[in-house]
């Protein structure tokens, strides 16, 4: 859920990105369901991806975040 906070952060300060709450949860679900399928458990690698995409959706400087 974590992911979810930052892309919708993300999201309500961007003012070319018009995604619906909603659909920005769909997407970080899926985002966290993958990380976790790759990791197949929450070890210290999962927890340093986790953490280094959570940085980088939060840097107001990324403008990369793509949200499709």
């Given at each position: 859920?974590?992911?979810?906070?930052?892309?919708?952060?993300?999201?309500?300060?961007?003012?070319?990105?018009?995604?619906?709450?909603?659909?920005?949860?769909?997407?970080?679900?899926a985002i966290e369901?993958?990380?976790?399928?790759?990791?197949s458990e929450v070890?210290?690698k999962y927890k340093?991806?986790?953490?280094?995409?959570?940085?980088?959706?939060?840097?107001?400087?990324?403008?990369?975040?793509?949200?499709?």
């Amino acid at each position: 859920m974590f992911i979810f906070f930052g892309f919708n952060c993300r999201a309500n300060e961007s003012d070319d990105v018009m995604v619906s709450a909603p659909e920005v949860k769909r997407i970080a679900l899926a985002i966290e369901e993958e990380l976790f399928a790759y990791y197949s458990e929450v070890n210290t690698k999962y927890k340093h991806k986790f953490r280094t995409m959570i940085t980088h959706l939060k840097d107001p400087k990324n403008l990369v975040t793509v949200l499709c």
